[in-house]
């Protein structure tokens, strides 16, 4: 596994805290972990079956190594029935986990006005992390200096990290997982030199699938953090109102940071131990968050074009033909083997649809500019 540890801070296009990471010697806080909103709603019930799915994990592991082992056809039986519960059990919450994913309305915006529903991605789930044995062990050790003395800073830390697991849907929301992200930089500089493992280990959870995965390796955490950065950019685009230029706008920036972030996983981090921050993964995430870009900018020319000039339907065409050859693009990355039965139902039938849909405009607006022109030029009014 690797992620560029050498890179910058600035390589990610996100907006950065204030230098060091610093935000007047406070931590800042998360959401609120009990408030009752939708999303929150929504990640608690996440959260619920991650933790089952990997309960049902740990039983299908057990009785698959007693099945290996055990020679009593008595026992086989016993545990091979087991295990077809456990199965049973495990797609049930994988289903549900779909469900959960192809749940678009609540990260969608509250105005009255009809938008089509773009998709947003869900956070990762993560567990709680100690450091504090760790760290100052490895102080005492290689700095010389008593560990406890850094007691405060590393709560810090502990608390930064307990509130970038619930960030809020807004710029603050932002600041904290990249006040978090930076502060990993300085961690593995200082602290996680590369020939000595401290013996941490970071459980993360697959934004899809709820499959549970843990490493040591501290650029796993940061390629987490930074999917999440990405996740959460894709909700707050999501939520914009796209029936003024302005919320298109912000949707449009929104998707493109998204884009950028998983684009610089899929550059920087590779071996990753869950299939969201696979290569594949990525690279689908990327051409989605592109194409809902284009289809942002599609809504914007609308928006702005009042007139059935030739030229105006003309350019609507092309606009709207450009839309649906890049969720065509999508539609066939989705359906790619690794793809195919992990991506959403819902995903996949959305971008199919608008695919097809932004075609047929395409041919509408084409359509509406030859016969703009034709009769201009039966009435002898030529053309501008």
Partial sequence: MSLSDGASDDDVSVP???EGGSHSGSI???????AQTQRSKLQHRRARINQQINKEMRMRAGAENLFRATTNNKVKETVALELSFVNSNLQLLK?????????MEVYQTDSEAVNVPLIPLGLKETKEVDFTVPIQDFICEHYGEDGSVYDKEIKELMELRQAMRTPSRNQAGLELLMEYYNQLYYLDQRFFPPHRNLGVHFHWYDSLTGVPSCQRALAFEKGSVLFNIGALYTQIGARQDRSAAAGIDRAIDAFQRAAGAFNYLKENFS??????????????LVRLMVAQVQECVFERVTLTTQDTHFTSQLR????AARVSDVYLLVQQTMTQPLMKDYVPFSWASMVQVKSEHFRAL????????LCDHTC????????E
Avoid at 95 to 103: A, I, T
Avoid at 316 to 319: C, G, I, N, P
Avoid at 362 to 369: T, W
């Fill in 316 to 319: 609507l065409a092309q606009e």
């Fill in 376 to 383: 201009k030029r039966k009435g002898g009014g030529g053309v």
């Fill in 271 to 284: 071996n990753a131990p869950s299939l969201d921050m696979s290569g594949p993964s990525l690279c689908m």
């Fill in 95 to 103: 289903e549900e986990l779909e469900e959960l994913n192809s749940n």
């Fill in 362 to 369: 395409s041919h509408y607006y084409a359509a509406a500019a």
């Fill in 16 to 18: 950065l805290p204030r």
């Fill in 28 to 34: 800042r806080k998360g959401c609120d972990p009990f």
